[in-house]
T-cell receptor
Framework: DVKVTQSSRYLVKRTGEKVFLECVQDMDHENMFWYRQDPGLGLRLIYFSYDVKMKEKGDIPEGYSVSREKKERFSLILESASTNQTSMYLC??????????FGPGTRLTVL | AQSVTQLDSQVPVFEEAPVELRCNYSSSVSVYLFWYVQYPNQGLQLLLKYLSGSTLVKGINGFEAEFNKSQTSFHLRKPSVHISDTAEYFCAVSGPNTGNQFYFGTGTSLTVIP
């Protein structure tokens, strides 16, 4: 069965901290994505990766970076967390058949 | 870039009544269309997708959607809803011209009333 896992379901951090959100997929997909989800705004793409060590900016990359050292793992990094980055973060990977599979999400609160 | 409009942010409906959740997208070029469902505190799960072929697409849990190219719409329907259908529903667009990107609507919160 297809599986995308995220390292934490809930996370609380302080302003200025460096935050790592991890995502792992077991489907050998080349494409992986990070979104943030906010009420009334839907899902907005932060970054995506189409291969190991390759990345592309999405619609809202400011304040974020990513790392893809291995095919199965895609990390989202908040270099210096701010309160406006409090959100739900969703990771996804994509099949060649254009279907995205989502992880359960990480609800991040920055105090 | 593509844009996706879900006109209704909240839809309350009585149990066993029919429901339609509306979705319109911006581009008339070749597109792939998706509906996802999100239950509380969970990630998104694919309900159905249109890639090509028949414009009427059937998905899981009794949902179906119709691709209407002339109206650039992909409305989601179910003839009789259950309490368990209460969730957030997202329409999404992708396609050969969007690279690998998916564009999501802002979501429709469906509440089924007993």
């Amino acid at each position: 069965d297809v599986k995308v896992t995220q390292s934490s379901r809930y996370l609380v951090k302080r302003t200025g901290e460096k935050v790592f959100l991890e995502c792992v997929q077991d489907m050998d997909h080349e494409n992986m994505f990070w979104y943030r989800q906010d009420p009334g705004l839907g899902l907005r793409l932060i970054y995506f990766s189409y291969d190991v060590k390759m990345k592309e900016k999405g619609d809202i990359p400011e304040g974020y970076s990513v790392s893809r050292e291995k095919k199965e793992r895609f990390s989202l990094i908040l270099e210096s967390a701010s309160t406006n980055q409090t959100s739900m973060y969703l990771c996804a990977s994509k099949t060649s058949g254009n279907e995205q599979f989502f992880g359960p999400g990480t609800r991040l609160t920055v105090l | 870039a593509q844009s996706v409009t879900q006109l209704d942010s909240q839809v309350p409906v009585f149990e066993e009544a029919p429901v339609e959740l509306r979705c319109n997208y911006s581009s008339s070029v070749s597109v792939y269309l998706f509906w996802y469902v999100q239950y509380p505190n969970q990630g998104l799960q694919l309900l159905l997708k249109y890639l090509s072929g028949s414009t009427l697409v059937k998905g899981i849990n009794g949902f179906e959607a119709e691709f209407n190219k002339s109206q650039t719409s992909f409305h989601l329907r179910k003839p009789s809803v259950h309490i368990s259908d209460t969730a957030e529903y997202f329409c999404a667009v992708s396609g050969p011209n969007t690279g690998n990107q998916f564009y999501f609507g802002t979501g429709t919160s469906l509440t089924v009333i007993p």
